[in-house]
């Protein structure tokens, strides 16, 4: 069962992953809107789990190119965490995309349930792409999912020593 605030499109569109980091770089940042507004303008909808760092930039990206964006959260769809992405989800529904859970209304997000939701986010795409990743974090377990359900995986070349590259 999935719990689902705004819209959901045909089962047959073009759906993209982006994930990363929470604490991410500059570059990153401009990787995940730039890369979030090109899918856009080409008909993708782009879904990330609307953390902040690369998930955020994700969906701005898409927004800010008039696109659509799913967002999928570890928590019910009325207890957002962080709490202060309750703009962000506005901006998504009130766009036409979609806020989505596996978790009922009234669930507070559980350390647990985000390696759940990189399922969902690996699953409902036909690629993922990690902009920025720990060598231990939730990018490299969405990654791994999704080599596991058979999807593409894209990584963006990044500086191979910094610690948003090390994934």
Known sequence: ???VQGRLRQSDSAIISMVGKRECSEY????ANDF??????NDFIVCSGMA?????YAHKGSLKASG???AIIASGIDKLSPYSAKDLKNEIIGAGGAVISEYPCGETAKVAYFPQRNRLI???ARATIVVESDIKGGGLITAKFAWEQNREVYAVPGRIHTKESAG
Do not use: E, M, Q
């Open 28 to 31: 990153g940042k401009k990787v």
């Open 122 to 124: 690996s699953g409902i």
């Open 1 to 3: 069962v999935l719990f």
């Open 52 to 56: 902040r760092g690369i998930d955020t």
């Open 36 to 41: 979030a507004g090109f899918f856009a303008k």
């Open 68 to 70: 659509i964006t799913y």
